[in-house]
Nanobody
Framework: QLQASGGGLVQAGDSLRLSCAVS????????MGWFRQAPGKEREFVVA????????SYTDSVKGRFTVSRDNAKNTIYLQMNSLKPEDTAAYYC??????????????????WGQGTLVTVSS
């Protein structure tokens, strides 16, 4: 089970930290991804942290502003989002892949999803 939290309404330039608490399996056995979906758009890959701890590239639009991390002791991953922009407005989803797929950029590689947490950035 994945429980995402931390979303909210902020102004452009503000920061938020999203959390995704995982139960049932250690996150160091899972590929974990962050995706987002803006209104009227398809779900978009943001970043993933593999079971080994290695981190993928970030989607171009968030590079230098977002940082993914994990706390194995808390079995939780985080997405620190700085310098938020209105175009970051979306529902953010964490996802888990227990198969250690190499295709971590693809939503279909993940078999468990959190409920989503809404981030709204006003200009």
């Amino acid at each position: 089970q994945l429980q995402a939290s931390g979303g909210g309404l902020v102004q452009a330039g503000d920061s938020l930290r999203l959390s995704c608490a995982v139960s049932g399996r250690p996150i160091n056995n899972l590929n974990m991804g962050w995706f987002r979906q803006a209104p009227g758009k398809e779900r978009e890959f943001v970043v993933a942290i593999r079971w080994s701890g290695s981190i993928t590239s970030y989607t171009d639009s968030v590079k230098g502003r977002f940082t993914v991390s994990r706390d194995n002791a808390k079995n939780t991953i985080y997405l620190q989002m700085n310098s938020l922009k209105p175009e970051d407005t979306a529902a953010y989803y964490c996802a888990a892949d227990g198969t250690r797929s190499v295709a971590v950029y693809l939503a279909r590689s993940y078999n468990y999803w959190g409920q989503g947490t809404l981030v709204t950035v006003s200009s």
